[in-house]
Structure formats: structure tokens, C-alpha cells
């Protein structure tokens, strides 16, 4: 993050611990949109990302005091609604998703791929302003469990670093590294499969 925006986020910091009315109101403008993006991406409900997104700005300005500037604020801030969506998730019976051990790879012992891996680059950019592809890109990240999902949405959507993921999940960079190669593995093999057959199921 750059240093001004990183002043900026202490200086705010300060003054939520100040109890300013302002500094409260800036915050929400700041990450709402970020944090109900995210949560919606976790939850797939969009009364439940914004009840968990309330519950996340509430944390915050109780919690404003605790936090210890180790890491950066707006990390700080995901972690909070990373946990937020997880305790909602487990805190109801959650729907089915899907395996993503059928759609992986499968490997030779001598580790070379037993099946060829088909080029779906140029159809991809071919139909990339295809509302419905993006809708179907969407569906297949919802699918997925959502210790994947989790980590495929902070770093391919919201562009965050494997060690900020790491940080924001309390994982290992490794970690990391291993779920999202998996889900990107999962979500290519479903986009080469619509691609040649047109349909989702």
C-alpha cells in the first residue's frame, strides 16, 4: 500500500479510537463496498453478506483499540470479515458443494498428465464480454468449497498477495499456493468443459 494511503489509515485509526462520528463515516465509505463484495463472494446470500458486513464494521469500532498495526488496516479488516462469514457459514447447514478432486488433473506416476490439457485461451477471450460466461465463471467459483473459494476470491479477485492471503487466513504462503493452483485447476477444467459443450451441469 502506498505510505500516504497507509497515513491516511493510521490517522483514521486514531480517530475511531477517539469515538469521531467522522472517522466512522469514512471508514464505511472506505471498505463497504469491498467488504459486501467480499462477503457476498464467501456467503452467496445477499442479506447475509450484509448483516456480515454490519457485524464487521461493528468489530471494528469496538475492537479499533486492540488492533496493533502489525499488518496493514485494510488486512486487519478482512481478516475480521473472513471470520465473520465462516462463523456464519458454520453456524448453519450448509449446502453442498462440489468435489473438485474429480475435475483435478490426473498424473502419470513419473508425474506427466495421463490426459491432454486443452487450449480454451482464445475461446475464453473470444466470449470474455459475454455477460453469461462471467455468470458461469461465477457459478463455478461459488461451487467450490470454501477453504478454496476463500483464498481464489482474495487473490484473484480482490488482487491480493499470497502473504497477505496468508496473513488475512492464518495460513502458510505454501498453503496458499496449494489451494489456489488447485481452485484455478478446479475453474479450468468446468470454463474447458462449458466451452466444448455449452452447458454448467
Not at 496458499?176 to 493452483?181: C, T, W
Request: hydrophobic share 40%.
Amino acid at each position: 500500500m502506498p505510505a500516504e494511503r497507509l497515513l491516511d489509515d493510521n490517522v483514521l485509526l486514531e480517530e475511531l479510537r477517539g469515538g469521531s462520528s467522522e472517522a466512522v463515516e469514512a471508514l464505511f465509505e472506505r471498505f463497504h463496498g469491498k467488504i459486501f463484495g467480499l462477503a457476498m463472494s464467501i456467503l452467496k446470500n445477499e442479506s447475509d453478506a450484509e448483516e456480515a458486513a454490519q457485524d464487521v464494521f461493528l468489530t471494528v469500532f469496538q475492537k479499533a483499540h486492540t488492533f496493533k498495526g502489525n499488518s496493514a488496516l485494510y488486512s486487519w479488516i478482512y481478516r475480521i470479515c473472513v471470520n465473520a462469514c465462516l462463523m456464519r457459514l458454520r453456524g448453519k447447514r450448509r449446502q453442498e458443494t462440489v468435489s473438485i478432486e474429480e475435475f483435478m488433473p490426473i498424473f502419470s506416476e513419473d508425474g506427466m498428465h495421463t490426459g491432454p490439457v486443452e487450449d480454451w485461451s482464445k475461446e475464453v477471450e473470444r466470449k470474455m464480454l459475454d455477460k453469461e460466461l462471467g455468470q458461469v465463471i461465477r457459478k463455478f467459483t461459488d461451487d467450490l468449497s470454501e477453504k478454496y473459494r476463500v483464498v481464489f476470491v482474495l487473490s484473484d479477485v480482490e488482487g491480493l498477495s499470497n502473504e497477505e492471503t496468508a496473513q488475512i487466513l492464518g495460513l502458510t504462503v505454501p498453503a496458499v499456493k496449494s489451494r489456489l493452483h488447485r481452485a484455478r485447476l478446479y475453474l479450468r477444467e468446468q470454463l474447458t468443459r462449458y466451452l466444448r459443450e455449452g452447458k454448467t451441469e
